[in-house]
């Protein structure tokens, strides 16, 4: 259930049709959004506008979500970095790791490997993880 | 990419869903300008899309539920509501 730690919204229903709904079916899937927790990201300007253009936002929440699950005692931020040689942009999400070095390892490996089960081969090195550990 | 099955709990009832790739998005932002003399800017993301397997509206089309969060940014901010910079 950890994936689905985001809200669920009223169904993709046309306005139109609102009124063809029973109220007792419609109140039910209005209950539905209530079940999990909508989840809340503050981003900079450049990286909203960074995300914005390259369509990545979601893919960004997905990320930020998968992080605060690979390592739960953290508070990421994300920046968007710039290779000064290539001129190739890609955002970071920085964490900071509690733990074991190997704890943390581990913990970075389960995160990548779900993160590029979901990512678009295209997008995938568009989003990055970098981390200290304390 | 292929819709992938799975189950969620549903006013605590597992219920079948696929989840069904987005093609193309467009996703426009709320700005707000608020009494503080802030401007936010607000947008509603969808992170996946939900189709509830048979199930169906009155007209008989499909029913989806969209998983989705919530991204805020500050356009601007007056000077005395900003972190205070180090001397």
């Known amino acids: 259930m950890a994936e689905d730690q985001q809200a669920l919204s009223a169904p993709l229903f046309p306005i139109t049709q609102l009124a063809y709904f029973a109220p007792r079916e419609f109140d039910q899937m209005a209950l539905a959004q209530e079940e999990l927790p909508v989840q809340s990201e503050t981003l900079s300007s450049a990286v909203e506008r960074f995300c914005t253009t390259r369509r990545l936002l979601s893919w960004l929440l997905i990320a930020l979500q998968m992080v605060r699950e690979s390592f739960p005692q953290s508070s990421p931020t994300v920046r968007v970095v710039k290779d000064p040689d290539s001129e190739d942009e890609w955002i970071t999400i920085d964490v900071v790791a509690t733990g074991e070095v190997s704890q943390v390892i581990d913990a970075e490996r389960r995160f990548m490997r779900r993160l590029l089960e979901r990512l678009p081969e295209s997008e995938s090195d568009k989003i990055r993880l970098a981390y200290d550990i304390i | ?87």
């Not at chain 2, 819709?3 to 989840?19: A, Q, Y």
């Not at chain 2, 707000?32 to 009155?58: C, H, K, M, P, W």
């Not at chain 2, 969060?69 to 910079?85: F, I, M, N, S, Y």
């Open chain 2, 1 to 87: 990419m292929p819709e992938r099955k799975d189950t969620i709990m549903l006013f605590g009832n597992p219920t079948e869903v696929s989840e069904v790739p987005i093609a193309h998005s467009e996703e426009r932002a709320n700005e707000y300008e608020l009494e503080d003399g802030s401007v936010i800017r607000f947008r509603a993301v969808a992170t996946a899309v939900l189709r509830i397997d048979n199930q169906f509206d009155g007209e008989g089309n499909p029913l989806y539920l969209v998983k989705n969060g919530q991204v805020v940014t500050v356009v601007k901010a007056p000077d005395h509501l900003r972190k205070k910079k180090a001397p």
